[in-house]
């Protein structure tokens, strides 16, 4: 069965902080994995994926992710961050065969404080 | 605003009342899915439509329709609906990759914010 779990529902960084958003997936086979990022009243937009190749995946606004798969994580990092990084941060897995979902996890609040 | 639309952007309705979510997208996407987003919860996959044929039901209730009258438009027609439905319903799409509807890239649209009463 397909899983994601993003453990922490919050948290907080100061400005120009390095931060980090965790995130282990479950998958039989290999996987697709993405990162979403959900400002206040808005949809979902893209940040990145990993689907083969460089286990370091550079994305949107300076974010980045590391594909682990000795650990199936994926964490999405930034090296600096900045207040209009706060939002609801998703991350995302599919089974490159298999059904035909998107697996979301329940989403990480970050705050980053000025 | 992302390419893909959605409308109303709020929604109140009784619980005997019949109404409709309606999306667009304008990006020439072959795939577009509705999703349901609660608090805490993992957003839940409900439809997927591929070439305007539906690939996925995830076990959603009867009283939740869809409709993909062609691959730029999808509906979601509601009736008699509980009060736990109350959600925000997000439309997204896709351009497949060789069949695997989300494989590929979601544009998301604003969401509707359904609160059934």
């Known amino acids: 069965a397909q899983s994601v779990a993003q453990p922490e529902d919050q948290v907080n960084v100061a400005e120009g902080n390095p931060l980090t958003v965790k995130c282990t997936y479950s998958v039989s086979g290999n996987p697709y994995l993405f990162w979403y990022v959900q400002y206040p009243n808005r949809g979902l937009q893209f940040l990145l994926k990993?689907?083969?190749?460089?286990?370091l995946v550079k994305g949107s606004y300076g974010f980045e992710a590391e594909f682990n798969k000795s650990q199936t994580s994926f964490h999405l990092k930034k090296p600096s961050a900045l207040v209009s990084d706060s939002a609801l941060y998703f991350c995302a897995v599919r089974a490159l065969t298999g059904a035909n979902n998107l697996f979301f996890g329940t989403g990480t609040r970050l705050t980053v404080i000025p | 605003e992302t390419g893909v639309t959605q409308t109303p952007r709020h929604l109140v309705m009784g619980m005997t009342n019949k109404k409709s979510l309606k999306c667009e997208q304008h990006l020439g996407h072959n795939a577009m899915y509705w999703y349901k987003q609660s608090a805490k919860k993992p957003l839940e996959l409900m439809f997927v439509?591929?070439?305007?044929?539906?690939?996925e039901n995830n076990s959603v209730p009867s009283r939740f329709s869809p409709e993909c009258p062609n691959s730029s438009h999808l509906f979601l027609h509601l009736h008699t609906l509980q009060p736990e439905d109350s959600a925000l319903y997000l439309c997204?799409?896709?351009?497949?990759?060789?069949?695997?509807?989300?494989?590929?890239?979601?544009?998301f649209g604003a969401g509707s914010r359904l609160t059934v009463l």
């Open positions: 997204a799409s896709s351009q497949d990759i060789g069949g695997l509807p989300g494989a590929n890239v979601l544009t």
């Open positions: 439509y591929s070439l305007e044929e539906r690939v």
């Open positions: 990993y689907i083969t190749g460089d286990n």
